[in-house]
């Protein structure tokens, strides 16, 4: 169990309080390996928007700043990850879309994302 396991379900709360993100995913060692205590907590977050990236990553760090918690943050939008996956075949957004840990979802719909049937754990 690494150190900052207990805080991760506030911080999933914190972001659905503060965006409204159609899936939260968890990924990294806090997912697939063994966290220590020098790992931070890697969330890939689903959100529909027309800001930044950037912008969109800020506004998550802003809304768990107090919760003191190395937090390395992806926001995409569904058309980004379905252009990452179908187009790029980005490798890494493809890994987490698939076997990253379902932290929060709205709903079941995954916005006509096609996901590979292959298992990729890249990441491991």
């Known amino acids: 169990m690494g150190k900052y396991e207990a805080k991760i379900p506030e ?9 409204n993100p159609e899936k939260i995913i968890l990924f990294g060692s806090y997912a697939w390996g063994k966290p220590t205590d020098d790992s931070d907590v890697d969330l890939f977050i689903i959100k529909e928007s027309k800001e930044r990236r950037i912008d969109r990553a ?7 700043s107090d919760s003191r918690v190395p937090v390395d943050i992806l926001v995409y939008t569904p058309e980004e990850i379905k252009k990452s996956i179908n187009e790029s075949r980005n490798l890494f957004v493809e890994d987490i879309a698939c076997n990253g840990k379902v932290l929060y979802e709205k709903s079941k719909d995954t916005f006509g994302i096609v996901f590979p049937s292959r298992s990729l754990t890249i990441l491991q």
């Open 11 to 19: 911080i999933k709360e914190k972001i659905v309080k503060a965006i």
């Open 58 to 64: 800020r506004r998550v760090r802003e809304a768990i």
